[in-house]
């Protein structure tokens, strides 16, 4: 599938609720529209999307290229770029809340409730917008935050726990500790291969 067909699936049409409150509108009727991150069960992140889309939802499910072995051939396929994760953009209230966890496969819209919801920044749906179609290859990558204890999962230190400290893009460091000594050693790791313990 193309990035501009992909464009095209991930992008829907016009929201139901307009950007700004009209007089006469009930209490209760969000101001603004917002984008909202919507949790689905696993796999079901285009199910949703296309549900959702058909009411007029507008919606953005990044996505990226990967490898995939089927059939013992190797080919690039379209998955989404954060599992389990897509977006809506809309001037949230309370009937167009319960028309979207009507959707099939979709485990919850982010935040405490209807009117509390979670709002996921433009600048960061700007951000998987370009990094969907700069044609860089991209994959999944651990979320993790210096000072998180964390396991590596592969090399010659698979198995050793130690604190996560940033260094690079690609590269991390991973402290090590010997708490009765009060000392530590620092080692350089792909961060691939490292998961939180």
């Not at 210096?146 to 198995?159: D, K, N, W, Y």
């Not at 590269?171 to 530590?184: A, E």
């Amino acid at each position: 599938m193309s990035v501009a067909t992909q464009e095209g699936a991930t992008e829907g049409g016009g929201a139901l609720a307009t950007d700004g409150k009209q007089p006469g509108e009930p209490e209760g009727m969000a101001t603004e529209a917002h984008w909202y991150a919507l949790y689905t069960r696993s796999h079901c992140e285009q199910l949703v999307h296309d549900q959702l889309a058909a009411k007029g939802f507008r919606l953005f499910l990044p996505k990226i290229e990967v490898w995939s072995r089927r059939g013992g051939k190797r080919h690039r396929i379209w998955v989404p770029m954060l599992p389990g994760y897509l977006f809506l953009h809309h001037a949230m209230d309370k009937l167009s809340y319960i028309e979207v966890v009507k959707a099939r496969g979709l485990v919850r819209v982010l935040g405490e409730r209807w009117d509390r919801l979670a709002v996921v920044s433009e600048e960061e749906i700007d951000t998987l917008r370009r990094v969907m179609h700069a044609h860089l290859p991209a994959r999944h990558f651990p979320y993790l935050r210096a000072g998180q204890r964390v396991r590596i999962t592969g090399g010659p230190l698979a198995e050793v726990e130690g604190i996560f400290v940033q260094d690079k893009p690609d590269k991390g460091l991973v402290v090590i500790s010997v708490d009765l000594l009060q000392r530590s050693v620092a080692v350089e790791v792909d961060c691939t291969l490292v998961v939180a313990a």
